[in-house]
T-cell receptor
Framework: AQSVTQLDSQVPVFEEAPVELRCNYS??????LFWYVQYPNQGLQLLLK??????LVKGINGFEAEFNKSQTSFHLRKPSVHISDTAEYFC????????????FGKGTTLSVSS | GAVVSQHPSWVICKSGTSVKIECRSL??????MFWYRQFPKQSLMLMAT?????????EQGVEKDKFLINHASLTLSTLTVTSAHPEDSSFYIC?????????????FGQGTRLTVV
C-alpha cells in the first residue's frame, strides 16, 4: 500500500515570492507521482506528473517538481507565485498497475497575498 | 486531455431520500472509475473502485448498502446515496482512469456538493 504525507497544511506567501510545497510518500513498490490543484467547489486539475525518466518534471502554470527516490519526496516548486495560484494543492501516488486509484495527501492550502 | 463529466454539480435533498450522482467519461473508455469523498478543508478519501460490469470494491468503513455504485457501461458510473442523512453532506468526486497501461493520468469530474437537510 502507498501513503502520502504533505508536511505543510497551510503555506502563506507574498506575490512574486518563490514557494515550495512538500510531499513525501511511502511505498514498497515503484510509484507514479502527481500534483493536483483544486479551486473552491471544483474538481481537480493535474499540474504535473512523474512517471519515469528525468527526475525534474515541469508542469502547467510555471510549476515544477523534483522526484527524489532516496528521500522518497516529490516537492512542488514555483519561482514566482501569483494571486491566482491561491488554491488547495494535493500530492498523490499510485502504483504501476493500470486502472488503480490514486492515493492523496491531506492537501496544502497555498495563500498568496499582495 | 480527457474529460470526465459529473452531474449534478450540487444537490440539496431532504433527510431520508436518495440521491443519484452520475459520472461519465466523455472521450475515452473507463474500465475503472473511482469515487472519492471530501470533507471541508480535507483530502479526498477513496470510497470505492467501480469496475464495468462487476460489483464495486469498497474501502474499509464505507457502507456498501448506503453508497450504491453501478458501473453499467464503459462510460458511465453512478453513485446513489440511499436514505441520506445530514452526516452524508459532503463533496463527492469521481475519477476515471483508462485501462490502457500507457494512460497513467486519472481524470476527475468537477465534483458534486451534496447537502442533506
Amino acid at each position: 500500500a502507498q501513503s502520502v504525507t504533505q508536511l505543510d497544511s497551510q503555506v502563506p506567501v507574498f506575490e512574486e515570492a518563490p514557494v515550495e510545497l512538500r510531499c513525501n510518500y511511502s511505498s514498497s513498490v515503484s510509484v507514479y507521482l502527481f500534483w493536483y490543484v483544486q479551486y473552491p467547489n471544483q474538481g481537480l486539475q493535474l499540474l504535473l506528473k512523474y512517471l519515469s525518466g528525468s527526475t525534474l518534471v515541469k508542469g502547467i502554470n510555471g510549476f515544477e517538481a523534483e522526484f527524489n527516490k532516496s528521500q522518497t519526496s516529490f516537492h512542488l516548486r514555483k519561482p514566482s507565485v501569483h494571486i491566482s495560484d491561491t488554491a488547495e494543492y494535493f500530492c498523490a501516488v499510485s502504483d504501476h498497475q493500470a486502472g488503480t486509484a490514486l492515493i492523496f495527501g491531506k492537501g496544502t492550502t497555498l495563500s498568496v497575498s499582495s | 486531455g480527457a474529460v470526465v463529466s459529473q452531474h449534478p454539480s450540487w444537490v440539496i435533498c431532504k433527510s431520508g431520500t436518495s440521491v443519484k450522482i452520475e459520472c461519465r467519461s466523455l472521450d475515452f473508455q473507463a474500465t475503472t472509475m473511482f469515487w472519492y469523498r471530501q470533507f471541508p478543508k480535507q483530502s479526498l478519501m477513496l470510497m470505492a473502485t467501480s469496475n464495468e460490469g462487476s460489483k464495486a470494491t469498497y474501502e474499509q468503513g464505507v457502507e456498501k448498502d448506503k453508497f450504491l455504485i453501478n458501473h453499467a457501461s464503459l462510460t458511465l458510473s453512478t453513485l446513489t446515496v440511499t436514505s441520506a442523512h445530514p452526516e452524508d453532506s459532503s463533496f463527492y468526486i469521481c475519477s476515471a482512469r483508462s485501462a490502457r497501461s500507457v494512460d497513467t493520468e486519472a481524470f476527475f469530474g468537477q465534483g458534486t456538493r451534496l447537502t442533506v437537510v
